[in-house]
């Protein structure tokens, strides 16, 4: 098994919601509350699985055909939440579809014979919450009500298009994979 500090398999969105999430990950770093996502260069995603190891080659391999046979979806994006752990992140929260949860489980079950998923077992198909970040590493946890109230910019109810899935290493933050889901209209 090859191994990176991590990795992660995440769901990447339509451009449209890409190009919302972007600049207000880049508000929060003009405004100086927090920089994390805009300094990353990544890209906003709804991380599936995050994994300790993994054999690259099997992982990519498994990927392409996994995404080659599942549709693209909408997600729909209506709560912000938080989570309290350290570091402190801001996400928006999808709702937990039967789709969604059937997805992810199904992936931890193509990836699981060739990986170890994160210790903390956040990601395993029992305990998993569907989120897209919006600040994490936040600078001074008194800016928490300000960031909180500013993603009031972001529409109730949003739907956004799933479009593919994105195998990374992190820190810092690497796609080495792009995997479009089938039928992915833009």
Sequence with gaps: MSSAKG?????ILDSKTENMVKGFWKSLHDMGLSDYYYLSRSRPQVPLLVLEETDEELCLAALQNFAHNVDSFCINLELTGMFTTSPSSVFWLPSP??????????????????????????????????HLGLASYIKDLQYLPAIVKSTMVFPSAFKAMAKAL????????EAIG???LKKYIK
């Design 178 to 180: 792009f995997f479009p």
């Design 166 to 173: 994105m195998f990374s290493k992190f820190l810092p933050i």
């Design 97 to 130: 579809t039967r789709e969604l949860l059937e997805l992810h489980h199904a992936l931890y079950k193509a990836v699981i014979p060739f990986s170890k998923i994160e210790s903390s077992g956040y990601y395993n198909p029992d305990l998993w919450m569907p």
């Design 7 to 11: 990795y992660s398999i995440s769901i």
